[in-house]
């Protein structure tokens, strides 16, 4: 009888710990639509969508725990735990959560994730700053649109092409500057039998700033525009066979979904110049930003 007490009180305290409460919802011009609900659904192997229809977060498993890539926004988290649970997942079991970049729609929901899962949270040195805060560093070219979320108090520091495990997952932080200061794209293996692929999280390649910020620099800054490139050369040479972008729009994620549901094979996510394709498209976008701030 007490050791069926025991057990059940185990169990409410494990439930307990992993009830998330999410923070305060932010309000933006787009946030109703980035936030709009997505089914879960398999990428490859160990690996999983379990984003909002407009901002991605992934899940990669295993027996010794998981590892979640981005929260979203606050109002996202209940969504990415709700999606976790459908797959047969348990957010306690979550481990890591590794960040991409620390603007409002990536970072906000990390708060209320760690809260629940207890899970480490970890992202590049100049991104922990920003997560440590609640905002963007003021070298952010958003900065100045504010776009504060809620601060994240344990955050691990990740260096440049480190790697970060739980039980026999592994995955790669690759800086990947521009969009932010601490942008970071990450990399790693999924399986399925014997055929493994090389996953890619792509992080934002966009030159998009507050007004007057100039990506070429001014007397406030020096130029981005050299590692900005060498950022989106690095995305264009990883081993790349499935890539999934920040916002799933950039990356055609539920294009894919729908055509994979009509003809599973071939598999429309097995992309390997995919990382190319996007490199290719944000180069492009980088040069017409380049000539804009150049003309008189």
Excluded at 142 to 166: I, M, N, W
Excluded at 256 to 272: H, M
Aim: aromatic share 8%; proline share 7%.
């Amino acid at each position: 009888m007490f050791r069926t007490f025991l057990l059940s009180l185990t169990l409410l305290l494990a439930q307990a710990s992993t009830t998330l409460t999410p923070d305060q919802p932010i309000k933006c011009g787009e946030c109703d639509t980035w936030n709009r609900p997505s089914s879960p659904f398999r990428l490859f192997g160990n690996t999983y969508y379990v984003g909002t229809d407009g901002l991605s977060a992934l899940l990669v498993t295993s027996p010794g725990g998981h590892i979640l890539l981005d929260g979203a926004l606050p109002q996202s988290a209940a969504l990415i735990e709700a999606n976790i649970r459908t797959l047969g997942f348990a957010l306690g079991d979550v481990k890591l959560i590794v960040n991409s970049h620390a603007h409002f729609d990536h970072a906000g929901g990390l708060n209320a994730l760690q809260r629940a899962s207890r899970a480490e949270v970890a992202t590049s040195v100049a991104g922990a700053r920003a997560l440590r805060q609640g905002a963007p560093t003021p070298d952010d070219p958003q900065a100045a649109f504010g776009g504060k979320f809620p601060a994240v108090a344990r955050v691990r520091d990740v260096k440049d092409g480190e790697t970060l495990t739980v039980g026999p997952l592994e995955v790669t932080a690759h800086y990947t500057t521009g969009h932010t200061p601490g942008s970071t794209t990450w990399t790693w293996q999924s399986c399925e039998g014997s055929r493994c692929l090389n996953m890619v999280y792509a992080d934002s390649l966009t030159a998009v700033s507050a007004p007057g910020f100039r990506f070429t620099g001014d007397a406030t800054h020096p130029s981005l525009v050299d590692r900005f490139r060498a950022s989106i050369d690095l995305v264009e040479k990883l081993p790349c066979d499935i890539v999934i972008s920040t916002h799933p729009g950039f990356t055609r994620i539920q294009e894919k979904l729908a055509a994979r549901q009509k003809q599973p094979q071939p598999d429309p996510f097995y992309e390997p110049d995919g990382c190319r394709t996007y490199a290719a498209e944000a180069r492009k976008r980088l040069e017409q930003r380049i000539a804009d701030e150049k003309k008189p």
